[in-house]
């Protein structure tokens, strides 16, 4: 009880005690009373169920009259009366903290206020609460607690919509984006992977040709045509327009372009059947050569319905590029033979730092750069070759054409230091090439690479992004990562691309190899690059595997 309230009821006390004798006096008087008096007391009644002011207390002459009025027929216990209607009706509201003290309300008939809201007494005890209310109250807390455990329930579609959010996903503008290298594209058809996880915003298209380095993809071209004649690649005739100039039993597979300027520049005039003019170094695995109507088809697709690609990934042969002697062939291939297709194309390049993987010893010792000794030293010098080709590559490209690493190898060595039984997952059975962890993995920093965000989630179908793969290294796969191993490698993804995040077993040893090549002022002349058959030879003497386009070297050639 407030201050005021304790003043109020002594004030009241002392009035009404004061009032007693009145009492007495009127009641001797009333057997004489006149009209007038009469009268007095019907004022008196009426003022006692006329309502106050709102929000005002009522006065100690206000609780006065009122005991007069009920002594006219109980006397005797009249004052016992007034001090309990005073004590029980009275709703004294606490100060106000924030200003000045809010009025008091007065209780009449036990649950209304002065002002007509409804109030219950303290002597009238709680309101039950309608059973509609309790139900309402009820569904919404059972809903809110539904709704939470799926949002931690990995692959859920909330989970997946709050995960989406986090990564910032937002709506992507669409993409064309073109890959260009070996079986480490090839191996489960990676740029049919990305498509997939880009859920619509990225539409590829490909030169690939397994075992092959960047230069002597400019010398043979595509080499996919018996290793993507398989259901997954199969296009229906029927539904193109090319049916009636190949017949409707014409089998028609996507293996992509035939020659690196057919993909970039949209047309290629060396490029003949059957490689009649000798251009180009023919092992029978360009479809272009073998096929003249693919020829005919894709030299219409490129004329007539051009990608203009936004981005071109460029892969290279991994124990190539981690060679800081060997690399040489390379670099000169993409200041002088990429570089002016890709300024035709106006397509940001993007160098895949490929990823390091495990080597016999006899192997070990007749390297000279001594790269693949371990996991660690093999991916340091990969992504050592990588920021060379960067930098090359970035010296004959405008700004706006900067080129960018995909950093594979540093989202694989992460992996290594965090999870070493995740790591071995990342590998497919022959233990060089990506399995379908690894693919996906691939997928996700690359994409990532390009929009610089998370791609959307993939759900619980982590296997869907794979449905439309052309051929998968194991033919028999059936295993793929679960929700939450996904959700791992999308972390690694983030953590690498979008974080900076460098392992701490990398160790970049700089070279003086680039400023060398750099300092050289020669310009391209237009002629393009070229690598004579003799060195065309001599980069294929050594590469694991060989049989290549017999079916048997896809899981031999290194990437």
Not at 273 to 286: D, E, I, Q, T, V
Not at 331 to 348: K, Q, T
Not at 450 to 455: A, C, D, F, L, V
Request: charged fraction near 25%; proline fraction near 4%; glycine fraction near 8%.
């Amino acid at each position: 009880m407030t201050d005021k309230t304790a003043k109020l009821l002594n004030e009241d006390d002392t009035s009404v005690r004061s009032e007693s004798k009145a009492i007495e006096d009127l009641e001797n008087a009333l057997s004489g009373e006149t009209q007038e008096s009469q009268e007095t007391k019907g004022t008196f009644l009426s003022m006692m169920t006329k309502p106050t002011v709102p929000g005002e207390t009522k006065t100690a002459m206000g609780a006065a009259a009122a005991t007069f009025a009920a002594s006219l027929d109980n006397a005797s216990n009249k004052l016992n009366k007034s001090m309990k209607k005073i004590q029980a009706n009275v709703y004294d509201v606490t100060d106000n903290a924030c200003g000045e003290d809010e009025p008091t309300k007065t209780v009449i008939n036990g649950n209304k206020t002065v002002d007509g809201t409804d109030y219950v007494s303290f002597s009238d005890g709680p309101r039950d609460i309608p059973k509609w209310q309790k139900m309402t109250a009820g569904g919404g807390v059972a809903c809110l607690l539904l709704l939470g455990l799926i949002a931690v329930i990995p692959g859920s579609f909330l989970n997946q919509a709050l995960s989406d959010a986090k990564d910032n996903v937002g709506r992507r503008e669409k993409m064309t984006v073109g890959f260009i290298g070996n079986s480490y594209l090839y191996v489960n058809d990676a740029p049919r992977v990305v498509e997939a996880i880009a859920k619509g915003s990225i539409v590829q298209q490909s030169v690939i040709n397994p075992g092959a380095s960047l230069g002597r993809l400019l010398r043979s071209g595509n080499g996919m045509y018996e290793l993507w004649a398989t259901d997954e690649a199969r296009v229906d005739i029927n539904e193109t327009s090319y049916a009636n100039l190949v017949g409707a039993d014409y089998d028609l597979f996507d293996m992509g372009f035939c020659t690196v300027p057919q993909l970039l520049e949209g047309y290629d005039q060396y490029l003949t059947y059957k490689n009649y003019n000798g251009a180009y170094y023919n092992n029978g695995n360009n479809p272009c050569f073998v096929d003249a109507y693919y020829l005919t088809i894709t030299n219409d697709i490129s004329t007539s319905n051009p990608l203009y690609f936004d981005y071109v990934v460029l892969n290279d042969f991994t124990k190539l590029i981690a060679d800081e002697y060997e690399r040489e062939d390379s670099i000169e291939a993409l200041m002088y033979a990429y570089a002016p297709m890709l300024r035709v194309a106006h397509a940001v390049p993007i160098i895949v730092d490929t990823h390091a993987f495990y080597w016999e010893a006899e192997n070990v010792a007749e390297n000279e750069t001594h790269y693949g000794t371990d996991v660690a030293a093999f991916t340091s010098q990969i992504y050592a070759g990588a920021l060379e080709y960067q930098a090359a590559l970035g010296s004959a490209l405008p700004e706006k054409l900067e080129p960018r690493i995909a950093p594979i190898g540093l989202a694989y060595l992460t992996v290594y230091e965090d999870n070493r039984k995740m790591y071995s997952k990342l590998f497919a059975s022959d233990a060089i090439h990506a399995s379908s962890y690894g693919t996906y993995l691939f997928a996700t920093v690359l994409y990532a690479t390009i929009y610089n965000r998370m791609p959307p989630s993939v759900g619980r179908c982590v296997d869907s992004v794979f449905e439309n793969s052309r051929d998968l290294l194991d033919a028999n796969m059936t295993v793929f990562p679960t929700v939450s191993e996904a959700n791992y490698l999308r972390r690694i993804a983030k953590r690498v691309v979008l974080g900076g995040h460098k392992p701490r077993s990398l160790v970049i040893e700089a070279t003086e190899e680039y400023e060398e090549i750099v300092g050289n002022e020669t310009e391209y002349d237009g002629d393009g690059y070229e690598m004579d058959e003799e060195e065309y030879e001599e980069e294929g003497e050594g590469e694991e595997g060989e049989g290549e386009g017999e079916g048997e070297g896809e899981e031999g050639d290194e990437a």
